[in-house]
């Protein structure tokens, strides 16, 4: 606190940099963008990006009267926070995604720039019922939740997730969720609390092929674990849709994504969704290469030729895009 002629001035603390660490509004430390600044920057292994990763404006009159809506009761939502480049597409068809249980995560993958810390069990009491105010005030026909991982608690979080879906479904009861959830570290049980909250989609990311896992996953993530997660998802509830998401430009080869895409047949998974890699700071892994559209549309085909009900695939997809396009058999409306 300084003063000028007697007034105080109060001086704010500088928001912390990429990489470094902060102390959050709950008391706990974490790290933003979730590397440390002294992991080394590595130099881009490809030129400028290509024009077909230009993101169109988002405009229309459903996302006008959605935007209107957040801003005038100060709603959050990761497509806004996230800068989501489909944004638009996506609120026009009355599809958004929440992100749950805080903004720190507990694990650090580097492709990720989520903040990365220990929460140290905090929850917000209230977020279930803030989640369904949103919901409803935003008339959503489809809800993707999602949220970070919380290694610290018990369940990984599984009774949160499902206390806010239930609390979404008793809102809202036409609405649909779709859950894209953390692993719980492979602990059948919290999976199971989710899916029996009502969900219409379970989804949890196996992110990349096998041997890129490590290092682009957190050592607490591996891709065995989320198949066999997504595996028991649907042992568990067969009519419960199952979902991933594969980034592409990290290094992978065709025949690996071939293989990844076998693995998730084998067990039972149903929708698949290919996106370009972008890297989100310098601290995080380099784009390996920029994945034609052509590309995508070529792995789009084999993917259906193995027998998913869908696979949404294009340098600009993210997990959630179009989501609500899964109950009605063709997840983004492509032919």
Same mark, same amino acid.
């Given at each position: 606190?300084?003063?000028?002629?007697?007034?105080?001035?109060?001086? %704010?603390? +500088?928001? !912390?940099?990429?990489?470094?660490?902060?102390v959050?509004?709950?008391?706990?430390?974490?790290? @933003?963008? =979730?590397?440390?600044?002294?992991?080394a920057?590595?130099?881009?292994?490809?030129?400028?990006?290509?024009?077909?990763?230009?993101?169109?404006?988002?405009?229309?009159?459903?996302?006008?009267?959605?935007?209107?809506?957040?801003? %005038?009761?100060?709603?959050?939502?990761?497509?806004?926070?996230?800068?989501?480049?489909?944004?638009?597409?996506?609120?026009?068809?009355?599809?958004?995604?929440?992100?749950?249980?805080? /903004?720190?995560?507990? @694990?650090?993958? +580097?492709?990720? $720039?989520?903040?990365?810390?220990?929460?140290?069990?905090?929850?917000?009491?209230?977020?279930? /019922?803030? !989640?369904?105010?949103?919901? !409803?005030?935003?008339?959503?026909?489809?809800?993707?939740?999602?949220?970070?991982?919380?290694?610290?608690?018990?369940?990984?979080g599984?009774?949160?997730?499902?206390?806010?879906?239930?609390? #979404?479904k008793?809102?809202?009861?036409?609405?649909?969720?779709?859950?894209?959830?953390?692993?719980?570290?492979?602990?059948?049980?919290?999976?199971?609390?989710?899916? %029996?909250?009502?969900?219409?989609?379970?989804?949890?990311?196996?992110?990349?092929?096998?041997?890129?896992?490590?290092?682009?996953?957190?050592?607490?993530?591996?891709?065995?674990?989320?198949? &066999?997660?997504?595996?028991?998802?649907?042992r568990?509830?067969?009519?419960?849709?199952?979902?991933t998401?594969?980034m592409?430009?990290? =290094?992978?080869?065709?025949?690996?994504?071939?293989?990844?895409?076998d693995?998730?047949?084998?067990?039972?998974? &149903?929708?698949?969704?290919?996106?370009?890699?972008?890297?989100?700071?310098?601290?995080?892994?380099?784009?390996?290469?920029?994945?034609?559209?052509?590309?995508? $549309?070529?792995? @789009?085909?084999?993917?259906?030729?193995? =027998?998913?009900?869908?696979c949404?695939?294009?340098p600009?997809?993210?997990?959630?895009?179009?989501?609500?396009?899964?109950?009605?058999?063709?997840?983004?409306? #492509?032919?």
């Open positions: 606190m300084s003063d000028l002629k007697g007034i105080p001035i109060q001086v %704010e603390p +500088r928001s !912390a940099r990429s990489g470094e660490k902060y959050t509004p709950q008391g706990f430390m974490a790290i @933003r963008d =979730g590397i440390k600044r002294k992991a920057a590595e130099a881009p292994a490809h030129g400028p990006k290509p024009k077909w990763l230009r993101a169109p404006m988002p405009a229309g009159a459903r996302f006008d009267a959605l935007r209107n809506t957040v801003r %005038e009761h100060r709603l959050s939502t990761v497509c806004e926070e996230a800068h989501c480049p489909n944004i638009g597409e996506c609120w026009n068809a009355g599809t958004a995604t929440l992100m749950l249980m805080g /903004a720190v995560c507990t @694990r650090a993958c +580097r492709f990720c $720039a989520v903040d990365t810390g220990n929460p140290r069990g905090w929850l917000d009491p209230d977020e279930p /019922a803030n !989640a369904a105010r949103t919901v !409803a005030l935003m008339n959503l026909g489809y809800v993707v939740l999602t949220s970070v991982d919380r290694d610290d608690l018990p369940d990984g599984a009774g949160h997730f499902a206390a806010c879906v239930r609390a #979404i008793a809102a809202s009861p036409r609405t649909a969720v779709e859950a894209l959830t953390p692993d719980f570290q492979g602990v059948q049980t919290d999976v199971e609390t989710v899916i %029996e909250s009502g969900i219409e989609v379970f989804a949890q990311n196996v992110e990349t092929v096998e041997r890129l896992t490590h290092p682009v996953r957190d050592p607490r993530a591996g891709y065995r674990q989320t198949l &066999d997660v997504l595996a028991h998802a649907k568990f509830r067969p009519t419960v849709l199952t979902k998401s594969l592409l430009g990290l =290094g992978e080869t065709i025949d690996e994504l071939l293989k990844a895409m693995d998730l047949c084998a067990i039972g998974c &149903d929708l698949l969704t290919l996106g370009q890699y972008l890297r989100p700071t310098v601290h995080h892994l380099p784009v390996a290469r920029f994945v034609t559209p052509g590309e995508f $549309a070529e792995l @789009r085909e084999a993917a259906l030729a193995r =027998g998913f009900l869908e949404v695939s294009g600009m997809v993210r997990s959630s895009y179009r989501a609500e396009r899964a109950l009605a058999g063709n997840n983004c409306g #492509i032919t």
